[in-house]
C-alpha cells in the first residue's frame, strides 16, 4: 500500500498534551483528516482528537475532517481558541 509523508503542526493543549510541536508522519494514501486525528490517538499516548473540537489547517487553510491529504502536506491542529474580555 503507498504511504504519504505529512508535517503536522500541535498548538496550544495539543501540543502539551503530545509533548512536541511538529513532526513527519506516514499516512496510507487517500487518507483524511479524520484518518490523521484517528492514527494520532492510537500512536500518541495522551492525545485526544476525536469526539472533541478540533480545527485543521492543510497549507494554511482551513479544511473539513472529510479533506483528503497528499504527499507532502502540513497539517496544524489546534483546539478552539477563547480569551479575552467582554
Partial sequence: MAEITIRVRLFAGLREAAGWSQKEMMLAAGSTVADLLAHGERTIPGLILQGRPVYAAVNQKYVEREHVLAEGD????????????G
Fill in 74 to 85: 502540513e497539517v496544524a491542529l489546534f483546539p478552539p481558541v477563547s480569551g479575552g474580555t
